[in-house]
């Protein structure tokens, strides 16, 4: 499980997380949600510890980030960070020369889900394409926990939905996901807990299961409950 218990974080004077507290459990989606600007990258940042934090703790599997943490979870930033140059395929060699947790197997079959060409070069690549790969970086990795920046952004809509089947593959396994996103319609019925965050602080948390079935409500009637009143 990853805590995120009272995280602080200042830019400057400028507070952007007020004690932020949430929990992503492994087998789950779970969805960081607000506005623009609220700080959902600068929580990934923090749990990767790309950025320090000003108070609070963030635990994965009970311990305190350390070397060995990193081992166990991957970032997969809005932006592939592979040389334009490379072809799909050096890119791969890259990172299986770099992690020792590269599943090539998995590798391989991210390739054919997502119908990419490995002889192509980064890029050439379409915008969603270039998401895929991404995502294949990624994936491949034999990780607990996958942090998603904003997967599906500026991407059309039949590249979206073809990375929203990736989450309901095996590729994905019973791994922890933390994804943050803008479109909510193309993962809602795969997410399983909603992380609202608004103001520097969460405002709600909710199972989204639980919110269809006990209350009728999709993930963005809640929004517009708590957003619009
Ligand atoms: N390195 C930095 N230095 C100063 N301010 C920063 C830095 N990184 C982010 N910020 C500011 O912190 C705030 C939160 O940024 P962040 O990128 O975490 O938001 P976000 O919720 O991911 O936004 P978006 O939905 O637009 O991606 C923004 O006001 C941003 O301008």
């Not at 950025?51 to 635990?59: A, E, M, R, Y």
């Amino acid at each position: 499980m990853i805590e995120v218990k009272e995280i602080e974080k200042k830019y400057g004077r400028k507070k952007i997380l007020k004690g932020v507290s949430f929990t992503a459990n492994k087998g789950e989606i779970t969805c960081l949600i607000g506005l623009n600007g609220v700080g959902k990258t600068t929580i990934l940042n923090a749990i990767m510890a790309l950025t320090p934090i000003n108070k609070g703790q963030i635990l994965i599997d009970g311990e305190p980030l350390k070397e060995k943490t990193f081992e166990k979870i991957t970032f997969i930033p809005d932006a592939i960070t592979m040389l334009p140059q490379m072809k799909i395929a050096e890119a791969m060699e890259f990172m299986k020369d770099f992690y020792t947790c590269w599943n090539q197997d998995r590798a391989t079959e991210l390739l054919g889900f997502f119908r990419l060409n490995k002889d192509d070069r980064i890029s050439s690549l379409s915008k969603g394409n270039t998401a895929k790969v991404n995502l294949l970086l990624g994936l491949a990795l034999d990780v607990d926990y996958v942090l998603m920046d904003e997967p599906f952004s500026g991407i059309d809509m039949f590249s979206r939905e073809e990375i929203a089947n990736v989450f309901t593959s095996h590729l994905i396994e019973n791994r922890g996901v933390i994804i943050t996103t803008h479109e909510i319609g193309d993962i809602e019925h795969l997410i399983d807990k909603v992380v609202l965050i608004d103001n520097g602080l969460v405002t709600k948390e909710f199972n989204a299961e639980e919110a269809r079935e006990n209350e009728g409500k999709s993930v963005i009637d809640v929004m517009r409950e708590v957003y619009i009143g």
